[in-house]
């Protein structure tokens, strides 16, 4: 069992800018030695046979290629805007001051 020290635990945490507690620490040392000795056991897996895939659900690109059809004109688009501004619709700021 690869077993990381809580001193690593620390590092990791330092690196990611996350805070742990003791426990935390403790608990994340025993639950990260977990998933390294998992990814060991899965190098030991036989893939030289099996082909690459990109994904495995078997669905297929649901895309459509755009079509021209039907469209409003500026002015039938705006019509029942209650404010526009030289042809666009007039709207309320959505973000708000960066340095308030």
Do not use: W
Request: hydrophobic share 30%.
């Amino acid at each position: 069992m690869q077993k990381l020290s809580e001193k690593e635990v620390r590092h990791i945490a330092k690196l990611a800018q996350l805070p742990l507690s003791d426990e935390e620490v403790r608990t994340f040392a025993e639950q990260l030695s977990e998933t390294l000795d998992y990814i060991e056991r899965l190098k030991e897996l036989k893939t030289e046979a099996v082909q690459p895939t990109y994904q495995t659900t078997g669905l297929k690109n649901v895309f459509r290629e755009d079509e021209i059809g039907p469209c409003l004109s500026q002015e039938e688009a705006l019509q029942n805007s209650e404010e526009t501004y030289k042809g666009y619709f007039k709207v309320k700021a959505v973000l708000g001051p960066l340095n308030p």
